[in-house]
């Protein structure tokens, strides 16, 4: 029988206005895959920050390998033997991929023996990496393969994952499962988060499940539907986002060639980008990351201007327009960046409503800050999108990802857009989160609103698109009706083909 690596002991941390873990409990086993599941804002963020010495708890213990356990700081509990794979990666693109993993241990060997030792662990595990490659060259896929060998080099006890493969194709996850059952097969144990249920039930033996901070239940995933796992997280019935039958209506958005040069060192160009949005239209835009989403949702809410009159709204160029100018008119966009590009970290939800929907909500008067207005609409946004958060003074940085992502994506929905463009709406929100914002989604363009969904995850584009276009090394394929695609075929255009010229 397998022993305990981790036990936790009623882990209690709060903050003011909320307790994010509440009497925490439950094992993780040596050689386990150990899934942590629950909706945004149910604790799971806290509890492995502190496990990995980044949160001290108030109360409770922790034992790793037989030995009390608290670290103080994240380099001691690597010294323990626990690494942590992060959703957001933290590298330098300007640097090697040796020179980044170097900057991550605390005693790096020689450049030379470094690179040896990278090309070494990253064969082995099946995840190869040229050591010398600068990391803004290198896909997602690449990039998660340097945090995680990063990980491997310390020879972990425990691996923490958080949202592996959000970044991934098909492919690089198969991969990446092949690399954990190795893992575990060797007697590392992984504690694995993710939102992605079918995942979590190929991949995982034990699931411990947390709800408003508390440990609920723990079980089998492989012996429960996806479904189940899901209502057990919210605590009832799932519901599922559905569409209503709408008549497209006229062409709102008319794009043709657009073209963009690289904006950066490692930016991707956009080549003769061209389609139609029709009022009452979901546009799904399918592609891994890194193939020129965030520079088109750039062109198309106006932080990149263009020129002539390749974008054109109701038959009006909008090329020299500035975002605001364009948000005036009804063009309105959510970024896939939540902090720092959708959401100001530092500053409230009441001004962060401020910031984007000063003119549509009229939140200005005679030159002067409507400030109760401004906090009306925060409070209509966190109601109606139900934002976990104490209220609308709290700063964005405490949100979760997903209930950040929950205000990000209403307060763009509630100023009623003529156009709304969104890149990875439910990126890090858990099912039932996400079957809220794509039912907003559907809602919206059911009452004739043209939307843009770029994203990575292919059933969610299969779930609300009315057509499909795939966008590869800056081309984009010709606009489809969804209905008429198979999954074979959206694969291949994924892959390349029917580019537009």
């Given at each position: 029988m397998s022993k305990s690596l981790?036990?936790?002991?009623?882990?209690?941390?709060?903050?003011?206005?909320?307790?994010?873990?509440?009497?925490?409990?439950?094992?993780?086993?040596?050689?386990e895959i150990h899934a942590l599941l629950g909706e945004n804002g149910a604790g799971k963020s806290t509890l492995v920050k502190m496990i990995y010495g980044l949160v001290r708890p108030d109360h409770g213990a922790m034992q790793l390998a037989g030995k009390n356990f608290s670290p103080a700081e994240p380099r001691a509990a690597r010294a323990a033997g626990v690494a942590m794979v992060f959703q957001h990666f933290s590298l330098f693109e300007a640097l090697s991929v040796a020179e980044n993993i170097a900057l991550g241990m605390e005693t790096p060997p020689k450049s030379n023996a470094l690179s040896a030792r990278i090309t070494e662990v990253?064969?082995?595990?099946?995840?190869?990496?040229?050591?010398?490659?600068l990391v803004g060259d290198l896909s997602a896929g690449e990039r998660q393969r340097v945090e995680i060998i990063r990980c491997l080099l310390q020879e972990p006890k425990l691996l923490i994952m958080d949202e592996p493969t959000s970044v991934l194709t098909p492919?690089?996850?198969?991969?990446?499962?092949?690399?954990?059952?190795?893992?575990?097969?060797?007697?590392?144990?992984?504690?694995?988060?993710?939102?992605?249920?079918?995942?979590?039930?190929?991949?995982?033996?034990?699931?411990?499940?947390?709800?408003?901070?508390?440990?609920?239940?723990?079980?089998?995933?492989?012996?429960k539907s996806a479904r189940e796992l899901a209502e057990m997280m919210v605590g009832g019935t799932l519901n599922s986002a559905k569409a209503?039958?709408?008549?497209?209506?006229?062409?709102?958005?008319?794009?043709?060639?657009?073209?963009?040069?690289?904006?950066?060192?490692?930016?991707?160009?956009?080549?003769?980008?061209?389609?139609?949005?029709?009022?009452g239209e979901i546009l799904g835009i399918g592609g891994v990351a890194g193939n020129g989403q965030d520079e088109l949702l750039a062109c198309l809410s106006g932080e990149v201007k263009t020129t002539g009159d390749a974008i054109q709204l109701n038959g009006v160029s909008l090329g020299n327009m500035l975002p605001n100018v364009r948000r005036a008119l009804g063009v309105l966009a959510?970024?896939?960046?939540?902090?720092?590009?959708?959401?100001?970290?530092?500053?409230?939800?009441?001004?962060?409503?401020?910031?984007?929907?000063?003119?549509?909500?009229?939140?200005?008067?005679?030159?002067?800050?409507d400030w109760p207005r401004a906090k009306a609409f925060a409070?209509?946004?966190?109601?109606?999108?139900?934002?976990?958060?104490?209220?609308?003074?709290?700063?964005?940085r405490s949100l979760s990802?997903?209930?950040?992502?929950?205000f990000v994506i209403g307060r763009e929905v509630l100023q009623d857009p003529e156009v709304l463009i969104v890149n990875q709406p439910t990126w890090g929100v858990d099912a039932a989160a996400a079957a809220d914002i794509r039912q907003a989604l559907l809602d919206l363009a059911?009452?004739?609103a043209a939307v843009i969904v770029i994203s990575q995850d292919l059933d969610e584009l299969m779930e609300i698109s009315t057509s499909f276009a795939a966008l590869n090394t800056g081309r984009l394929s010709t606009a489809r009706p969804m209905a008429e695609l198979s999954l074979d075929e959206i694969g291949l255009l994924l892959g390349g083909a029917d580019a537009a010229a």
């Open positions: 981790l036990h936790i002991n009623g882990l209690t941390k709060a903050y003011p206005g909320v307790v994010a873990n509440d009497d925490v409990s439950f094992n993780i086993d040596a050689g990253s064969q082995a595990y099946g995840l190869p990496l040229d050591p010398e490659r492919q690089e996850v198969t991969t990446l499962f092949t690399t954990l059952r190795k893992l575990k097969a060797e007697g590392t144990s992984i504690l694995y988060i993710s939102h992605k249920l079918e995942e979590i039930r190929a991949l995982c033996e034990t699931a411990t499940i947390l709800r408003g901070g508390k440990k609920v239940a723990t079980c089998d995933p492989r012996k209503k039958k709408t008549t497209l209506g006229e062409v709102v958005l008319k794009v043709s060639e657009l073209s963009l040069p690289p904006q950066s060192a490692f930016g991707t160009s956009l080549k003769n980008i061209a389609f139609q949005l029709h009022k959510a970024p896939e960046e939540r902090l720092g590009h959708a959401a100001a970290p530092d500053m409230s939800l009441t001004e962060n409503a401020m910031l984007t929907a000063m003119t549509r909500q009229n939140l200005s008067k005679s030159g002067f800050l409070e209509q946004v966190i109601s109606q999108f139900d934002v976990r958060t104490p209220g609308p003074q709290s700063a964005a990802g997903g209930n950040l992502q929950k059911t009452k004739g």
